[in-house]
């Protein structure tokens, strides 16, 4: 017999098995319901046979071809295509509204969906050792709504409530290494790295913009057979040590916070029994395939992981010591191989949360939060994350294969879905003078993530990295994750009539979307609109900003606009509220160009003279901009009076009358205070 689960009335699942415990708890009963299993099925690994109810198309967030460091979309129509270890389920019912199965991580049991192609699913457990399962376990939460991202949002706040192992991205302290952009050796050097390679790399940033934080990746650390020996760098890559080359970066060359790889359980393959460290922590050996990509035999690796209990004390050591040699942040790679070092001598779940909270603990003492968790996106990463806040979003980026930039693009759009509700999402460095650098450089620019380029030395496009940027080097960055457009979350961008990926974001009120062909061998014609937003654009009519076409129209909210893009070809479009005729481009030259702005609200009447009129007259548009350039605006009617820092501008602007579009060229290098009132009359 099997337990058919309604929420509100509706059936969402059916097929649970009737040893299931299905409860609402934490008051989720209207928004959906958990599902707890016993240790007999848990035991067996789970249940199969589930059908998600009224199912048109769906989403999964998955694992691909026995990987497991990150996840890739998946996306399928009624009859579910054959996926394995799935973390985020979300399908679209023919009624209209969305389901959305959550599988879950409690204590050492660990939940994952599959499907064999037959239409159903299944709950797959694992995780506990022989004989140590729990009598029961959170396996699941299921939810039901209108929205698919405030269902998401809403569903993840209910499993944080029930779980209280993680902490959502909105309660968390913010990362402040990327503020500035930055630059990573990974691509640069690759494994090959040493202490003149980085300051070759630094002097070559003399003669453009200096990147404000740097991150030596992996390459420094003392190892032997992929395993760390010490804590100390390699010392004949590194014959001085790390400090004197963070202190040179930060006094000769301006770097404003460095930063370093490192690998949560010391080294690719762990710490070495043959080295020092093996003399002051406990090590449990081991022998899996850590690197599946290289396949299942070649992949095979010898293990040595610091036993659990002592994670704590050799992370507390090592961020100390990394700290004390100037270093402001970290870059944490490896975390969701764990379970595999862990295979057989301790439980999963708890494995990862004392990792988790040896990493994240001194990580937020030392380095202020300045943590970037990559390689992670493993469900019991993500289920005990106190206090990290930044998680690379997608699979590395290559910049040598041509089929890759697209799907990179769509990876990180469709998991930001799941990986923002706990976490900034980091979608990775990329190379500036690269034929796709531009196409790379838009989807940063939105991201809501830092932005970092992986350049050669003497291989950095300075114009395309100021169009991401003020002249101080400071990023325009949207404040919260960028997601997909509503009709992307059930099609493929990469494949035959998925369409052009749009990802989107806000700067206040105003909306920012990259529109992208993610095809390297055929050109899209697509469609967009200020309604493809998740949360709807204030406003009854927009001045859209076309970025590449450099072109201004005013549209409604709903007029669809066509757009036909080469091969990875792409544009971003501003969409600004119109009030009382006026709205506020942005610097139009930069690819975020309202991030360069802020409105500036109408000051109340004085107190000493309520009749006096306020510093923002109805029908004057006062905006606060960061940096010089070129700025724009929508303007019904010509300007009246511009005033630039309360001074009449003796700046050229100019003036289309047939357009609306106003532009001045202000100093760069500097704050500006722009007053502009139109002249009345027709508009």
């Given at each position: 017999m099997s337990i058919e689960m309604k929420i509100n009335g509706k059936v969402v699942l059916s097929g649970l098995g009737e040893a299931s415990r299905v409860s609402g708890g934490g008051g989720s009963s209207r928004l959906g319901r958990f599902v707890e299993l016993p240790r007999e099925v848990i035991d067996a690994g789970g249940v199969s046979g589930v059908v998600a109810a009224d199912m048109r198309a769906c989403m999964t967030l998955r694992f691909r071809d026995g990987m497991f460091y990150f996840m890739?979309?998946?996306?399928?129509?009624?009859?579910?295509?054959?996926?394995?270890?799935?973390?985020?389920?979300?399908?679209?019912?023919?009624?209209?509204?969305?389901?959305?199965?959550?599988?879950?991580?409690?204590?050492?049991?660990?939940?994952?969906?599959?499907?064999?192609?037959?239409?159903?699913?299944?709950?797959?457990?694992?995780?506990?050792?022989?004989?140590?399962?729990?009598?029961?376990?959170v396996a699941c939460f299921v939810a039901l709504g209108r929205d698919p991202y405030k269902l998401t949002r809403d569903a993840m706040r209910a499993v944080q409530r029930r779980l209280c192992t993680f902490r959502l991205r909105e309660d968390k302290a913010v990362p402040s290494f990327w503020e500035h952009w930055g630059w990573c050796t990974w691509d640069a050097f690759y494994g090959d790295v040493t202490e003149e390679k980085v300051l070759t790399g630094l002097r070559a940033f003399q003669d453009g913009l200096m990147p404000g934080f740097v991150i030596l990746d992996d390459g420094w650390e003392q190892r032997d057979n992929e395993m760390l020996v010490s804590m100390q760098p390699d010392e004949v890559k590194f014959p001085r040590g790390i400090a004197p080359l963070v202190e040179r970066a930060k006094n000769e060359f301006g770097v404003k916070c460095f930063g370093l790889h490192l690998i949560l359980v010391g080294f690719w393959s762990g710490v070495s029994p043959n080295g020092p460290l093996a003399k002051e922590y406990?090590?449990?050996?081991?022998?899996?395939?850590?690197?599946?990509?290289?396949?299942?035999?070649?992949?095979?690796?010898?293990?040595?992981?610091?036993?659990?209990?002592?994670?704590?004390?050799?992370?507390?050591?090592?961020?100390?010591?990394?700290?004390?040699?100037?270093?402001?942040?970290?870059?944490?790679?490896?975390?969701?191989?764990?379970?595999?070092?862990?295979?057989?001598?301790?439980?999963?779940?708890?494995?990862?949360?004392?990792?988790?909270?040896?990493?994240?603990?001194?990580?937020?003492?030392?380095?202020?939060?300045?943590?970037?968790?990559?390689?992670?996106?493993?469900?019991?990463?993500?289920?005990?994350?106190?206090?990290?806040?930044?998680?690379?979003?997608?699979?590395?980026?290559?910049?040598?294969?041509?089929e890759s930039h697209g799907a990179h693009l769509q990876n990180n759009a469709l998991n930001s879905m799941w990986i923002s509700t706990f976490a900034f999402c980091d979608w990775d460095m990329f190379w500036s003078r690269h034929p796709q650098g531009p196409f790379h450089a838009a989807a940063r620019a939105i991201s809501g993530g830092p932005v970092y380029v992986s350049d050669c030395p003497g291989e950095s496009d300075f114009d395309l990295i100021r169009k991401l940027t003020i002249t101080d080097g400071r990023v325009l960055r949207c404040p919260q994750p960028a997601l997909p457009a509503r009709d992307?979350?059930?099609?493929?961008?990469?494949?035959?009539?998925?369409?052009?990926?749009?990802?989107?974001?806000?700067?206040?009120?105003?909306?920012?979307?990259?529109?992208f062909n993610c095809r390297h061998d055929a050109e899209i014609e697509d469609t967009f609109t200020a309604a493809d937003f998740p949360d709807k654009l204030p406003g009854r009519s927009f001045a859209l900003w076309l970025h590449n076409q450099q072109r201004l129209l005013v549209v409604r909210p709903t007029e669809r606009l066509p757009l036909r893009l080469a091969p990875l070809e792409f544009e971003v479009a501003h969409?600004?509220?119109?009030?009382?005729?006026?709205?506020?481009?942005?610097?139009?030259?930069?690819?975020?160009?309202?991030?360069?702005?802020?409105?500036?609200?109408?000051?109340?009447?004085?107190?000493?003279?309520?009749?006096?009129?306020?510093?923002?007259?109805?029908?004057?548009?006062?905006?606060?901009?960061?940096?010089?350039?070129?700025?724009?605006?929508?303007?019904?009617?010509?300007p009246q009076e511009i005033l630039v820092n309360d001074l009449p501008t003796e700046c050229p602007y100019d003036y289309n009358a047939t357009t609306k579009l106003l532009t001045l060229t202000l100093p760069p290098g500097q704050s500006h205070n722009i007053r502009i009132k139109p002249r009345r009359g027709k508009r």
């Amino acid at each position: 017999m099997s337990i058919e689960m309604k929420i509100n009335g509706k059936v969402v699942l059916s097929g649970l098995g009737e040893a299931s415990r299905v409860s609402g708890g934490g008051g989720s009963s209207r928004l959906g319901r958990f599902v707890e299993l016993p240790r007999e099925v848990i035991d067996a690994g789970g249940v199969s046979g589930v059908v998600a109810a009224d199912m048109r198309a769906c989403m999964t967030l998955r694992f691909r071809d026995g990987m497991f460091y990150f996840m890739r979309p998946h996306v399928s129509g009624e009859r579910i295509e054959p996926f394995c270890d799935g973390q985020y389920f979300l399908w679209q019912r023919h009624d209209g509204l969305w389901g959305l199965m959550l599988p879950l991580v409690d204590g050492d049991v660990r939940a994952s969906l599959e499907s064999d192609g037959d239409g159903t699913l299944s709950l797959r457990i694992a995780g506990s050792l022989p004989g140590q399962s729990p009598e029961r376990a959170v396996a699941c939460f299921v939810a039901l709504g209108r929205d698919p991202y405030k269902l998401t949002r809403d569903a993840m706040r209910a499993v944080q409530r029930r779980l209280c192992t993680f902490r959502l991205r909105e309660d968390k302290a913010v990362p402040s290494f990327w503020e500035h952009w930055g630059w990573c050796t990974w691509d640069a050097f690759y494994g090959d790295v040493t202490e003149e390679k980085v300051l070759t790399g630094l002097r070559a940033f003399q003669d453009g913009l200096m990147p404000g934080f740097v991150i030596l990746d992996d390459g420094w650390e003392q190892r032997d057979n992929e395993m760390l020996v010490s804590m100390q760098p390699d010392e004949v890559k590194f014959p001085r040590g790390i400090a004197p080359l963070v202190e040179r970066a930060k006094n000769e060359f301006g770097v404003k916070c460095f930063g370093l790889h490192l690998i949560l359980v010391g080294f690719w393959s762990g710490v070495s029994p043959n080295g020092p460290l093996a003399k002051e922590y406990t090590l449990v050996p081991g022998r899996e395939c850590i690197r599946p990509w290289e396949g299942p035999e070649a992949g095979i690796r010898d293990l040595s992981m610091i036993v659990p209990g002592q994670a704590g004390r050799f992370w507390r050591e090592f961020a100390s010591l990394v700290r004390s040699w100037g270093v402001d942040m970290i870059k944490v790679d490896g975390q969701s191989g764990l379970h595999l070092f862990c295979k057989g001598a301790f439980g999963r779940g708890s494995t990862m949360a004392a990792y988790q909270n040896a990493l994240q603990t001194p990580a937020s003492e030392c380095f202020g939060g300045n943590l970037l968790h990559c390689m992670c996106h493993g469900s019991d990463v993500a289920y005990h994350m106190r206090l990290g806040n930044l998680w690379r979003a997608s699979n590395d980026y290559f910049p040598n294969r041509p089929e890759s930039h697209g799907a990179h693009l769509q990876n990180n759009a469709l998991n930001s879905m799941w990986i923002s509700t706990f976490a900034f999402c980091d979608w990775d460095m990329f190379w500036s003078r690269h034929p796709q650098g531009p196409f790379h450089a838009a989807a940063r620019a939105i991201s809501g993530g830092p932005v970092y380029v992986s350049d050669c030395p003497g291989e950095s496009d300075f114009d395309l990295i100021r169009k991401l940027t003020i002249t101080d080097g400071r990023v325009l960055r949207c404040p919260q994750p960028a997601l997909p457009a509503r009709d992307c979350l059930l099609r493929d961008a990469c494949q035959p009539g998925g369409g052009l990926l749009k990802v989107t974001n806000r700067n206040g009120p105003a909306g920012v979307m990259g529109l992208f062909n993610c095809r390297h061998d055929a050109e899209i014609e697509d469609t967009f609109t200020a309604a493809d937003f998740p949360d709807k654009l204030p406003g009854r009519s927009f001045a859209l900003w076309l970025h590449n076409q450099q072109r201004l129209l005013v549209v409604r909210p709903t007029e669809r606009l066509p757009l036909r893009l080469a091969p990875l070809e792409f544009e971003v479009a501003h969409f600004v509220p119109i009030r009382q005729g006026l709205a506020c481009l942005g610097l139009l030259d930069k690819f975020n160009a309202i991030a360069a702005t802020a409105i500036v609200p109408p000051q109340p009447p004085s107190q000493d003279d309520p009749g006096a009129p306020s510093h923002s007259d109805q029908g004057v548009l006062t905006v606060h901009l960061l940096d010089g350039g070129r700025v724009g605006f929508y303007c019904a009617a010509a300007p009246q009076e511009i005033l630039v820092n309360d001074l009449p501008t003796e700046c050229p602007y100019d003036y289309n009358a047939t357009t609306k579009l106003l532009t001045l060229t202000l100093p760069p290098g500097q704050s500006h205070n722009i007053r502009i009132k139109p002249r009345r009359g027709k508009r």
